[in-house]
T-cell receptor
Framework: DSGVTQTPKHLITATGQRVTLRCSPR?????VYWYQQSLDQGLQFLIH???????AKGNILERFSAQQFPDLHSELNLSSLELGDSALYFC???????????????FGPGTRLTVL | AQSVTQLGSHVSVSEGALVLLRCNYS??????LFWYVQYPNQGLQLLLK??????LVKGINGFEAEFKKSETSFHLTKPSAHMSDAAEYFC?????????????FGKGTLLTVNP
């Protein structure tokens, strides 16, 4: 158990719908990263939040957005869903004290999204 | 830009045999390198990481990796495979710059261990 929790574990929805994925980082971790894992694209970085502020965006579609709340949990919002959005979505958290880049990222168990 | 290439999407070994999973990276700045393991229906778990210092890094479950700058490689090895090692392994790179420490992953190598 990494200490990172993600809900829901599975999500099945239809094209055109909107869903919200939730992530609670490990206690004390200020950084939350979101990754998408799909068969064709592999594991790809989506977005990074640090202590409530967006730090960087990766290959994140405009239909997707995220935020990190004052209690440090994060939500990834996916809208106008398409079949190709079906994937495993992971969040990871890290401490990042003194902006060390090599602090380990701890991964949650993921949310499996199926778009029908 | 960073990138990671894992040679071999599928590696099959016999129980007790040497495990060698290959990873080559491309980075314009000094990299930080990681190996993660993913068991079926689970998240990623860190096996080991290279940041600075000793180039031979030991991780959990008997795995180790050697950073070779001249070859831009960070291959993962284990002397004797166990059935429980069957999983997918991902090599990843991060770097010491900016304020975003995202991981860039390779495509992964599925390790099968035969009895």
């Amino acid at each position: 158990d990494s200490g990172v929790t993600q809900t829901p574990k599975h999500l099945i929805t239809a094209t055109g719908q909107r869903v919200t994925l939730r992530c609670s980082p490990r206690s004390g971790d200020l950084s939350v990263y979101w990754y998408q894992q799909s068969l064709d694209q592999g594991l790809q970085f989506l977005i990074h939040y640090y202590n409530g502020e967006e730090r960087a965006k990766g290959n994140i579609l405009e239909r997707f957005s995220a935020q990190q709340f004052p209690d440090l949990h994060s939500e990834l919002n996916l809208s106008s869903l398409e079949l190709g959005d079906s994937a495993l979505y992971f969040c990871a958290s890290s401490v990042e004290v003194h902006a060390r880049p090599y602090n380990e990222q701890f991964f949650g168990p993921g949310t499996r999204l199926t778009v029908l | 830009a960073q990138s990671v290439t894992q040679l071999g999407s599928h590696v099959s070994v016999s129980e007790g045999a040497l495990v060698l999973l290959r990873c080559n990276y491309s980075s314009s700045v000094p990299p930080y390198l990681f190996w993660y393991v993913q068991y079926p229906n689970q998240g990623l778990q860190l096996l080991l990481k290279y940041t600075t210092g000793a180039t031979l890094v030991k991780g959990i479950n008997g795995f180790e990796a050697e950073f070779k700058k001249s070859e831009t490689s960070f291959h993962l090895t284990k002397p004797s495979a166990h059935m429980s090692d069957a999983a997918e392994y991902f090599c990843a790179v991060s770097y010491s710059g900016g304020s975003n420490y995202k991981l860039t992953f390779g495509k992964g190598t599925l390790l099968t261990v035969n009895p």
